[in-house]
């Protein structure tokens, strides 16, 4: 039979059963799809073989041209050790142009299929799947992920799926907490809040009073006390002996999330106070650990009475940040079939109220938030729900009231409970589950240590810091080339000064070049080199203390501990999270089948192994 000509239109709407009318020669087709993320309307126009047509019509509508492995016992693992469950295969046997993929040599091949469905991608508006990678909104990758295999997904809520003003969300936590520590006698007047002292991933040292900035291994680079920074000098004096222990929790407390800003903010201004001696005695003698602890119970007061949630509510638009983005990725995951889940340590009525807010005017088809999720627990007290088991209750009428419950079920909103309570209800279990929170330790930690989940950090900052390292390119090259150069004249100044102190020694020299050598070039060329080293230290120096200042000019950045160290944070983030990124409307730019695949690791060896490939074919 002849070819021919069929026209397609791509139209973004709710799901519609696929429609086909044939009209003599011209076969038209208008195909919906459900990604919600923007109204778009895309002509092709194209000449195939009919016998190709009709058997894409009958075999491929919806899904029914893939089969899924759901069987967590037949499935297998692929060549970087990934469980392979949920990998889609063929149904069907291919025929026609389509098993041209199956003939030639399979690295050609994949470039041109490649090619086209790019092609293929552009006609529908779609962007390249690779440039979501490159940006600040990326997802990146810590330990291998594929996505594929992962039957559920869990979210926290505050500052993961909803995103908060932090200037106002936290300006006002802190003026609350002011307003309880004037009550009890304690000197505020005077103080603003000032978020430019803080950020995330920073570690107080409750019994010096300081807040510090620490590596990968614990040890101190930055600290500031009180509001005053301190010189490279004193930090290496008060901590040069000394590694930040996170387990040790009466003394280091790790300002892991956004909601530890308002209250560092306020510890560290009244540090200043204690020192001045403006802390009146009736309080009782105070120092800096009992100081902690008075500004912890004025800014838990501030949450627990429910003044702080209460105004939050009555004008959710001053505080939350709308991403309209967020519950059509969401949406996305649901329909491939991903299990959603909400787990939050928030109470009911405030949950509701907030993911109403910011959910319902962006879902389609009058749904709303609770439709999303196949199972949503409240008030879950995390850490605790990922370790044991505290009473389950079930959230019965809109106001909140519950009844006691022995066994979650799919659909249901509960209180409480447990995290292998979810498991056993979903029969799902492990790395089968991937958790998403803000929190290193209450999301991310405690999941996957507890309960093997995997796991994904959401941390809003990385698109300023993104952005920061990319305008400081030119800079860091600089400093690099500088050190660089230190590196080479610095070899060659203690060369010949080993040379010229064994000739003072009076030992054999090592060549006869070195025996006919003057003493005074030999000095002279040391004196030079030295002279060199300083003026590139005095250069350097400087240059260090500004790189990061494009993101915090006292911290420096928030994933880096030095120009080439990472912080703690990173450690921490290295070590729990799977995969992190800026917010979870990110997965928008992915897809739910995606495959996330770490980068190599680069160890202190691998750039001789290079050198010596070169030199050595």
């Not at 039979?1 to 973004?12: C, E, K, L, Q």
């Not at 809109?398 to 498991?423: D, H, I, N, W």
């Not at 305008?471 to 500088?482: C, F, G, I, M, T």
Request: glycine share 6%.
């Amino acid at each position: 039979m002849a070819g021919i000509t069929f026209t397609y239109a791509v139209v973004r709407t709710p799901p519609l059963p696929v429609t086909v009318s044939v009209s003599s020669n011209t076969f038209t087709s208008t195909v919906t799809f459900s990604k919600r993320r923007r109204q778009q309307q895309h002509f092709c126009q194209c000449t195939v073989d009919a016998n190709s047509v009709a058997n894409a019509v009958t075999t491929t509508t919806g899904d029914d041209m893939f089969s899924v492995n759901t069987n967590s016992h037949d499935c297998g693992f692929d060549y970087l050790g990934q469980s392979t469950k949920g990998d889609l295969n063929l149904k069907y046997e291919i025929n026609g142009e389509v098993d041209v993929a199956r003939k030639g040599p399979i690295e050609e091949v994949a470039k041109l299929q490649a090619l086209e469905a790019e092609g293929l991608l552009n006609g529908l508006g779609i962007q390249d799947p690779s440039t979501s990678r490159h940006s600040p909104r990326g997802i990146f990758c810590t330990r291998t992920l594929n996505l594929r295999s992962i039957s559920a997904i869990g979210y926290d809520m505050d500052y993961t799926l909803m995103h908060y003003n932090v200037m106002a969300w936290e300006g006002r936590a802190y003026d609350y907490c002011m307003e309880n520590l004037k009550k009890v006698g304690f000197p505020v007047d005077g103080l603003a809040f000032d978020p430019e002292l803080v950020i995330r991933g920073l570690v107080i040292d409750k019994e010096k009073g300081n807040l510090v900035k620490a590596d990968r291994f614990g040890y101190v680079k930055r600290a500031m006390h009180g509001t005053k920074l301190l010189s490279t000098r004193a930090v290496s004096e008060i901590y040069g002996r000394e590694l930040v222990d996170l387990r040790k929790e009466s003394r280091w407390e790790f300002l892991n999330t956004l909601f530890s800003v308002s209250e560092a903010v306020a510890y560290m201004q009244m540090v200043d106070r204690l020192d001045e001696g403006m802390i009146s005695p009736d309080l009782g003698a105070l120092d800096y650990k009992g100081l902690y602890k008075a500004v912890g119970k004025a800014l838990f007061r501030a949450h627990v009475e429910g003044q702080l949630k209460s105004e939050i509510m009555s004008k959710p638009e001053l505080f939350v940040e709308p991403d309209p983005e967020l519950p059509l990725a969401l949406l996305d995951q649901k329909e491939a079939g991903k299990k959603l889940l909400l787990i939050t340590n928030s109470d009911y009525i405030y949950t509701d109220k907030m993911m109403r807010h910011s959910f319902n005017r962006f879902l389609p088809n009058d749904m709303n938030w609770r439709d999303l999720f196949e199972m949503v627990i409240v008030s879950a007290r995390k850490p605790e729900f990922f370790q044991m088991s505290h009473p389950l209750y079930e959230v019965v009428t809109s106001e909140g009231l519950m009844r006691p419950c022995f066994k979650a079920r799919p659909g249901g909103l509960y209180s409480g409970g447990s995290a292998q309570m979810v498991e056993n209800s979903l029969g799902i279990h492990g790395d089968e589950i991937l958790y998403v929170g803000d929190h290193i330790y209450t999301d991310v930690s405690v999941s996957k240590v507890h309960l093997r989940w995997r796991t994904a950090l959401i941390c809003r900052e990385l698109e300023e810091e993104y952005n920061a390292l990319i305008h400081s390119r030119e800079h860091r090259a600089l400093l690099v080339e500088l050190i660089k150069q230190k590196e080479v004249v610095g070899d060659l100044f203690n060369q010949l000064r080993l040379a010229l102190q064994r000739r003072n020694m009076g030992r054999p020299a090592q060549t006869m070049a070195a025996t006919h050598m003057d003493d005074k070039e030999l000095t002279e060329s040391v004196q030079k080199l030295l002279i060199v080293m300083q003026r590139l230290d005095e250069k350097i120096a400087p240059m260090l203390e500004q790189d990061g200042e494009h993101f915090s000019k006292r911290w420096g950045y928030l994933s880096r501990a030095g120009l080439w160290d990472k912080s703690h944070l990173m450690r921490q983030i290295e070590k729990y999270a799977d995969i992190y990124t800026s917010r979870v409307s990110n997965f928008l730019h992915y897809t739910p089948f995606m495959y996330f695949r770490s980068q190599e690791q680069t160890l202190a060896h691998d750039s001789y192994s290079f050198y010596e490939s070169q030199i050595d074919p």
